[in-house]
């Protein structure tokens, strides 16, 4: 797998389709897969998380999660091509976990939107199992939740906490969970249970379902304005590396 660096976040040139060709070799054996988000939202603001810049470093997976991560990746002449959304890649994990009967945790969102998109998935993928979920408002406590979800064992664990919380939590807790597959999914659950209504299919093509999203939504609107910002933040990163590789 070829890993390319955006202003020291490592990125890795990689396909839907090889994501999925990995999984068995997680699922039969005790290794852990973690499919986590590389966008410009998680690369501009995690400059000042280390714990989020380790735990992206540690993981399987770091999917360019975003169209500004290739366009970035060309203007820089690196090879991503393609984007790699994390919806997309829940959908495809679910597919899979339906074809081979395959478990499932659905952790975070509010209560009414877990239990509608457990309902959905459900009915969509009747042959996966659906070991459990837990709402992102929960009282129990961290140690609960860890304690309920590795006594339901689940093959695939969905996050959907929302950045930078999921992936913290993430980083504090995949040592201690009894799973093979692990993503970070954002809002997903909310597109999913019918609460959020996702892009147009037109914006989903043309790679604008984030622009779509920040419009109708004041609480991403900002998304707007840090994608030109990571852009020149991230040709700056790749000039100021140049010099300091020609002046050591």
């Given at each position: 797998?070829?890993?390319?660096?955006?202003?020291?976040?490592?990125?890795?040139?990689?396909?839907?389709?090889?994501?999925?060709?990995?999984?068995?070799?997680?699922l039969?054996?005790?290794?852990?897969?973690?499919?986590?988000?590389?966008?410009?939202?998680?690369?501009?603001?995690?400059?000042?998380?280390?714990?989020?810049?380790?735990?992206?470093?540690?993981?399987?997976?770091?999917?360019?999660?975003?169209?500004?991560?290739?366009?970035?990746?060309?203007?820089?002449?690196?090879?991503?091509?393609?984007?790699?959304?994390?919806i997309?890649?829940?959908?495809?994990?679910?597919e899979?976990?339906n074809?081979?009967?395959?478990?499932?945790?659905?952790?975070?969102?509010?209560?009414?939107?877990?239990?509608?998109?457990?309902?959905?998935i459900?009915?969509?993928?009747?042959?996966l199992?659906?070991?459990?979920?837990?709402?992102?408002?929960?009282?129990?406590?961290?140690?609960?939740?860890?304690?309920?979800?590795?006594?339901?064992?689940?093959?695939?664990?969905?996050?959907?906490?929302?950045?930078?919380?999921?992936?913290?939590?993430?980083a504090?807790?995949?040592?201690?969970?009894?799973?093979s597959?692990?993503?970070?999914?954002?809002?997903?659950?909310?597109?999913?249970?019918g609460?959020?209504?996702?892009?147009?299919q037109f914006?989903?093509?043309?790679?604008?379902?984030?622009?779509?999203?920040?419009?109708?939504?004041?609480?991403?609107?900002?998304r707007?304005?840090?994608?030109?910002?990571?852009?020149?933040?991230?040709?700056?990163?790749?000039?100021?590396?140049?010099n300091?590789?020609?002046?050591?």
């Amino acid at each position: 797998m070829i890993t390319e660096e955006i202003m020291g976040f490592p990125v890795d040139v990689i396909t839907y389709n090889e994501i999925i060709k990995d999984l068995p070799e997680y699922l039969q054996s005790d290794k852990k897969m973690s499919a986590i988000s590389v966008n410009p939202q998680i690369i501009v603001e995690g400059q000042n998380r280390s714990e989020i810049y380790e735990f992206i470093k540690k993981s399987t997976h770091r999917i360019p999660d975003g169209i500004g991560i290739v366009l970035v990746s060309k203007l820089l002449g690196g090879q991503i091509k393609e984007r790699v959304a994390g919806i997309e890649l829940m959908y495809r994990f679910l597919e899979y976990a339906n074809t081979y009967k395959k478990s499932i945790f659905l952790y975070g969102a509010k209560p009414e939107v877990v239990a509608d998109a457990a309902e959905k998935i459900q009915n969509d993928y009747p042959n996966l199992i659906l070991s459990g979920r837990i709402d992102g408002y929960t009282d129990l406590s961290e140690t609960e939740i860890i304690e309920k979800i590795n006594y339901s064992k689940p093959d695939f664990l969905f996050v959907a906490l929302g950045f930078p919380k999921q992936e913290e939590w993430l980083a504090r807790n995949i040592p201690q969970l009894d799973v093979s597959v692990f993503q970070d999914v954002g809002g997903s659950f909310d597109v999913m249970s019918g609460h959020v209504k996702r892009a147009p299919q037109f914006f989903i093509d043309i790679h604008l379902e984030w622009l779509y999203r920040s419009l109708i939504d004041r609480k991403r609107f900002k998304r707007i304005l840090q994608l030109p910002v990571f852009v020149i933040k991230s040709l700056c990163w790749k000039v100021r590396t140049r010099n300091d590789k020609k002046n050591s």
